[in-house]
């Protein structure tokens, strides 16, 4: 009797492993205890599965299974187990999981309608009402509401690449955010000027470089140029097609190799052959020299644009 007992329980725990497998590997591989009690895992067991390193704490209420080894889905999904039913990323997390920041969380944020504390590296947000979406599987705050509560904490120019990538990745609408503004709510100021002085070419810039450059033609009242646009076959850093004139930027990592330069000839010439001129700039002159860069700018555009009002004459 007492061995067909142990078999029956050894059976009952063989399920119950199955099925916490099954829970775990749709959540990134954690569980909350309100999870392993849903599945008859009660207090006594996990302390043994604890013990024997099938379960592992990650924050108070939320395990891993099988390894506390987690990956940034993991993490993620373990914040909002402990912040607990209706939890959402927020803030800069939210940012970074919709793709409007580049920066990967270290700190985790969430914001939750429980009564909640912070723990290790989650900063939890009470808020009485939390509305969410659901992005790559996770739940998080409504992309305008996620650059609202971004505004007042990452740099201008941040803010302004999170909003045209926003706009580009078709997540919101200027007027959605818009109507997420208000008196008195942190960051609003911020977001009211980034989407009054919005540039959605910041969506298509690489960071560095082209959003400097980008972002320099800007505060010169230089008519902004297309970024990353074919020209002649190749790929251009920044383009005024109705002056023909085309702008590379070259850091020394990507241009400094022989066969880098190599291509970079070829491709001047090319975009010379179609009839447009070539500019190149380094990041040390747009930084130190960004007087002299506009400088040249504005007179071969004005050049070009002449050229092509005396060609318009001469064939009229």
């Not at 725990?13 to 749709?26: C, D, M, P, Y």
């Not at 891993?64 to 909002?80: D, Q």
């Not at 909003?163 to 200027?174: C, G, I, P, S």
């Amino acid at each position: 009797m007492p061995e067909r007992c142990e078999s029956a329980h050894t059976r009952r725990e063989g399920i119950n492993q199955v099925e916490l497998a099954r829970v775990a590997a749709g959540q990134w591989g954690v569980v909350s205890v309100g999870q392993l009690d849903g599945l008859g895992i009660g207090r006594m067991l996990r302390t043994r599965w604890v013990r024997d390193g099938r379960l592992h704490r990650i924050y108070p209420g939320v395990h891993a299974v099988g390894h506390p080894a987690l990956g940034l889905e993991g993490r993620l999904a373990a914040a909002l187990l402990y912040a607990g039913p209706g939890a959402a990323l927020s803030g800069v997390t939210a940012g970074s999981w919709l793709g409007l920041l580049e920066a990967k969380p270290r700190q985790l944020h969430v914001c939750t309608p429980r009564q909640c504390s912070s723990v290790q590296d989650v900063t939890v947000h009470a808020r009485r009402r939390v509305e969410r979406v659901w992005h790559k599987r996770l739940p998080v705050t409504p992309p305008a509401q996620t650059l609202l509560d971004i505004a007042s904490v990452v740099r201008f120019t941040e803010l302004r690449r999170a909003l045209a990538e926003a706009e580009y990745l078709r997540l919101v609408t200027l007027e959605k955010v818009e109507f997420v503004l208000g008196r008195g709510k942190p960051g609003s100021a911020a977001l009211r000027v980034a989407v009054d002085c919005h540039q959605p070419r910041l969506a298509r810039t690489r960071r560095g470089l082209e959003e400097k450059f980008l972002l320099l033609c800007e505060r010169h009242s230089l008519t902004p140029p297309e970024v990353n646009v074919w020209v002649a076959g190749w790929r251009v850093d920044a383009a005024w097609f109705e002056h023909r004139l085309v702008v590379e930027l070259d850091s020394h990592l990507a241009h400094g190799t022989p066969s880098r330069l190599e291509r970079d000839h070829q491709r001047d010439l090319d975009l010379r052959t179609a009839g447009y001129s070539v500019l190149r700039y380094t990041w040390q002159q747009l930084h130190q020299q960004p007087e002299r860069v506009i400088a040249e700018l504005r007179t071969l555009l004005a050049q070009q644009r002449s050229d092509q009002l005396g060609h318009l004459a001469r064939h009229a």
